[in-house]
């Protein structure tokens, strides 16, 4: 059964860049898309980005574009979510989960091998 494993959050300032894996375990990894999703206090989880099954189509919600990169690296089974130009708003927990997607749009709902999340705060 997959598996994933969020990590590399933290306290950054505005502007500033933090870089999250997601670890997966099991051999079935490479069938599946990966997307990241965040949940601030109070809100509901929001998608940030997706990755299809073989890396070559992304796609990112409107309010990381330009500063957020989503890749995989399948010898060490890693999603990255490289965030660059953080701000405020870009803080919640982040978790990572799996999907037999397209990427084309990429609901929660959707989703499955939900990984524990890491907390990311932007603040100064």
């Known amino acids: 059964q997959l598996q994933l494993v969020e990590s590399g959050g933290g306290l950054v300032q505005p502007g500033g860049s933090l870089r999250l894996s997601c670890v997966g375990s099991?051999?079935?990894?490479?069938?599946?898309?990966i997307g990241w999703f965040r949940q601030a206090p109070g809100k509901e989880r929001e998608g940030v980005s997706c990755?299809?099954?073989?890396?070559?189509?992304?796609n990112y919600a409107d309010s990381v574009k330009g500063r957020f990169t989503t890749s995989r690296d399948y010898g060490r089974k890693t999603v990255y979510l490289q965030m660059n130009g953080l701000k405020p708003e870009d803080t919640g927990v982040y978790h990572c989960a799996a999907a037999r997607i397209r990427c084309d749009q990429f609901s929660p709902a959707d989703f499955g091998s939900w990984g524990q999340g890491t907390q990311v705060t932007v603040s100064s």
């Open positions: 099991g051999y079935t990894w490479d069938y599946y898309a």
């Open positions: 990755i299809s099954q073989s890396g070559g189509s992304t």
